[in-house]
């Protein structure tokens, strides 16, 4: 699997979680149909935040092999911090500024299930990436 094979998946997986709910605010959100434009652009973020995670696996896919469980974890981990960096830098920058109490604790959060996740679904990740017969 090539890095730009890996940020796809990420990308087209994240996004697409992203446009059923995208299309219920279109049709009627909670104040009323949400613009077209809007809801493009946080479409677009959100590909481009799962294409950066999904760079972010592919670049640490030897750590299973290497380290085992605890590789998982840092890959995990790793992967819920730059979502959660980027969700907050797009979406919520005052959680990086003066509430930046809420947004540590948000990366701490996202610290221990990203841990937690990474050794879930580590080597299941693992075992699909692996060319056949390795």
């Avoid at 090539?2 to 998946?9: D, Y």
């Avoid at 997986?13 to 077209?36: E, H, I, K, Q, R």
């Avoid at 592919?58 to 380290?67: C, D, T, V």
């Amino acid at each position: 699997m090539r890095w730009w094979e890996g940020g796809l998946i990420g990308g087209i997986v994240l996004s697409g979680t992203t446009v059923f709910n995208a299309l219920g605010a279109y049709v009627g959100g909670m104040d009323g149909p949400a613009p077209w434009t809007g809801i493009f652009g946080v479409v677009a973020a959100t590909f481009g935040m799962g294409f950066l995670c999904g760079v972010v696996v592919w670049s640490g896919k030897g750590l299973h092999r290497r380290f085992g469980a605890v590789g998982d974890a840092l890959i995990g981990m790793v992967v819920m911090l730059v979502f959660f960096a980027c969700c907050m830098l797009l979406f919520a920058p005052e959680l990086l500024g003066p509430k930046r109490d809420d947004g540590l604790l948000m990366l701490g959060v996202a610290a221990v299930a990203g841990a937690v996740g990474g050794i879930w679904f580590g080597h299941d990740i693992d075992e699909e990436a692996r060319p056949p017969g390795t």
